[in-house]
């Protein structure tokens, strides 16, 4: 429980909470797939989230829409040929915001302290 005192799990939460609504509204409309917006989430859970994280997500949102697959498409066939570009442009996806935060946190490093110097 240690693990989970103050608000830590927030952050997860919000973006598990986004990735369920996303694959809500992905299983309600018929006519076409939203597998785009899983990136919404997932950019945010990048943004906030560990590494780890971020990458474990993207198998949830690749799973959550394999799971809502099947009402559009009735082949009962595996659907690689969308999974497969999916979890690569969601991998590719986080894997900049991540860099991107890298390097935003690795400038912001010398410039705090040399303003706490001064």
Same mark, same amino acid.
């Given at each position: 429980?240690a ?6 799990w927030?952050p ?8 369920s ?5 992905d299983?309600?409309v018929?006519?076409i797939? $939203?597998v ?8 945010v ?6 590494t ?6 993207i198998?949830?949102?690749?799973? +959550? ?5 099947p ?5 009962g ?10 979890f690569?442009?969601?991998? $590719? ?7 991107d935060?890298?390097?935003r946190?690795? $400038?912001q490093?010398? +410039?705090?302290?040399s303003?706490?110097?001064?």
């Amino acid at each position: 429980m240690a693990a989970l005192s103050g608000l830590a799990w927030l952050p997860l939460a919000l973006v598990l909470g986004a990735v369920s609504a996303v694959a809500y509204a992905d299983h309600l409309v018929v006519s076409i797939s $939203l597998v785009y917006l899983y990136i919404l989430p997932l950019a945010v859970g990048a943004i906030v989230l560990r590494t780890k994280a971020s990458y474990g997500l993207i198998v949830s949102c690749v799973l +959550f829409h394999d799971c809502v697959l099947p009402a559009r498409y009735q082949s009962g066939r595996f659907e690689s040929v969308t999974i497969c570009p999916q979890f690569y442009a969601s991998a $590719l996806g986080v894997y900049g915001i991540q860099r991107d935060m890298q390097q935003r946190r690795r $400038l912001q490093k010398p +410039f705090s302290s040399s303003v706490m110097t001064s």
